[in-house]
């Protein structure tokens, strides 16, 4: 489940379901906000 959130997040995968791209989004929001909050901080 990773890898195929990981792969749409990347766009190497056309075929992943609508589900798993919903995921994939979410993730890079998340990844996202936290890279911003730590670049922030400064951690």
Same mark, same amino acid.
């Given at each position: 489940?990773?890898?195929?959130?990981?792969?749409?997040?990347?766009?190497?995968?056309?075929? &992943?379901?609508?589900?798993?791209?919903?995921? &994939?989004?979410?993730?890079?929001?998340?990844? &996202?906000?936290?890279?911003?909050?730590?670049?922030?901080?400064?951690?």
């Amino acid at each position: 489940m990773i890898r195929c959130s990981t792969e749409t997040m990347l766009g190497m995968s056309v075929d &992943a379901p609508e589900v798993c791209k919903g995921l &994939a989004g979410r993730l890079g929001q998340m990844m &996202a906000s936290l890279v911003e909050r730590e670049t922030r901080y400064g951690r």
